[in-house]
């Protein structure tokens, strides 16, 4: 039986965006398929009573200066966003929308990953959102369409509430069957749980 691991993230998190980088690598090193986990971390965050990082100056500080060691680490290019922190629901819908839809999810994933974090791009301005779309081939009328279908709104606000009910209160988060592991920072712990 092929070992799966489970992803949980938002665009709005760079330590997702590390993850994003790196988890591959270490499922196909392992044979396991990764389960992708749209979520609302601004939802997770307003359930759990958790922050984001951004929120403290000391940690919001430091962090750019970690996330650029992980880069580093990872191999994956990395430039600290101005716009940051962003508001992430439209982008999350369109996530969980293309993901519904199927083919074209990781290609989104990819696009609005490398806007957020490698070029870096406001993706809060819809304007701005549009032409990073529209340049990788996606039709933004198509996509703001998706992002306004009520399944594709329920959808993600269950996903982020089974995520909670799983006990998630960050991104990234992680689970190999009920094992939880949370921060790109575990991910060596993924790696010895599917390898187990």
């Excluded at 791009?121 to 306004?148: H, K, M, Y």
């Excluded at 993600?156 to 949370?182: N, S, Y």
């Amino acid at each position: 039986m092929t070992k799966t691991v489970e992803f949980y993230f938002d665009f709005g998190s760079p330590y997702s965006y590390l993850a994003y980088k790196a988890l591959p690598m270490i499922a196909a090193a392992r044979g396991a398929q990764i389960v992708w986990r749209p979520m609302l971390l601004g939802g997770v965050f307003k359930a759990t009573g958790n922050h984001s990082p951004a929120e403290i100056p000391a940690k919001s500080k430091w962090m750019h200066r970690d996330m650029e060691r992980w880069a580093a680490r990872y191999g994956a290019a990395f430039t600290r966003n101005p716009h940051f922190p962003i508001n992430t629901l439209t982008l999350m819908r369109g996530a969980t929308g293309m993901q519904m839809r199927g083919p074209e999810f990781h290609k989104y994933v990819e696009v609005i990953f490398q806007a957020m974090w490698a070029e870096p791009r406001n993706l809060g301005d819809p304007q701005e959102l549009a032409a990073v779309l529209r340049r990788a081939g996606f039709d933004p009328d198509a996509v703001l369409s998706l992002v306004n279908d009520p399944a594709v709104k329920e959808r993600l606000k269950k996903d982020t509430e089974e995520a909670v009910a799983r006990g998630v209160f960050g991104a990234p988060t992680f689970f190999v069957g009920e094992e939880m592991f949370w921060g790109q920072d575990r991910l060596d712990f993924v790696d010895e749980a599917l390898a187990g």
